[in-house]
């Protein structure tokens, strides 16, 4: 397994940006690693953290030690993975300019089938929007903890806890994003051809459960869908081992 800290220049951004990737490499430790060309896990961060933070804060390398699998892991800042109002279109990023680059450089299928994403927090409403967007890209899709509910967020969102003072209009337009193509409950009621199917898991103490849980029903009335509570909070702790159970889910 090789561990990859990758720079490149973004034409859709205009900009330097950041991948880690893991990618499978046959050697003593790992000599039954076939041959390519590999499936692909994008793994999407949360709202606080970067394109590094699975590999400093899980177990995530030996994880998928000896899986044939690449392990893509971008930095996107604190976007939602959303084509910015006003800011940048890191949806686009994410969806159409990485799957060339990473086509282009590494033994990788391209098939759907092959293709997942995932993500945590933030990283698994970004996660979500991209399947229920391309559902023609992904198969499957897994959210861990994730904000599946904007518009229940955005009415929680006080004064006292905005970080940055217009950092939610100038991402979203605006606070009234039900409906929207923002809106992760009105994607799921949508007819999709194909249809991914999708993942989700909470802890029991976390913040966003009851967000989750609503997601869910709603999400079960169209997909395949697997709820899967476990005793946890929005740790590291609780997502290090969601890391394992998304996975297995997965057809490896």
Known sequence: MALLDISLFSDTLQLDVSLTVIYPQRCDRSPDIPGGPYKVLYLLHGIKQNEQSYVRNSAIERYVRNLPLVVVMPSV????????????????????????????????????????????????????????????????????????????????????????????????????VKGSEHDLMALSRKELSPKPSFYVTCGDEDALLQDNLRFVETLQETHDVIYDQHPGGHTWKFWDKALKRVLRWLPL
């Not at 282009?104 to 967007?133: C, H, N, P, Q, W």
């Open 77 to 176: 800042g604190r976007s939602f993975y959303t084509d910015q109002e006003r800011g940048y279109p890191y949806f686009t990023f994410l969806s159409e300019e990485l799957p060339r680059f990473l086509s282009s450089v590494f033994t990788i299928s391209t098939k759907r089938e092959d293709t997942f994403i995932a993500g945590l927090s933030m990283g698994g409403y970004g996660a979500f929007k991209a399947a229920l967007t391309r559902p023609d890209l992904y198969s499957r899709a897994a959210s861990m903890s994730g904000a599946l509910d904007l518009v229940s967020l955005a009415n929680t969102l006080g004064d006292s806890v905005k970080i940055f003072p217009y950092e939610w209009e100038n991402t979203f337009g605006s606070y009234e």
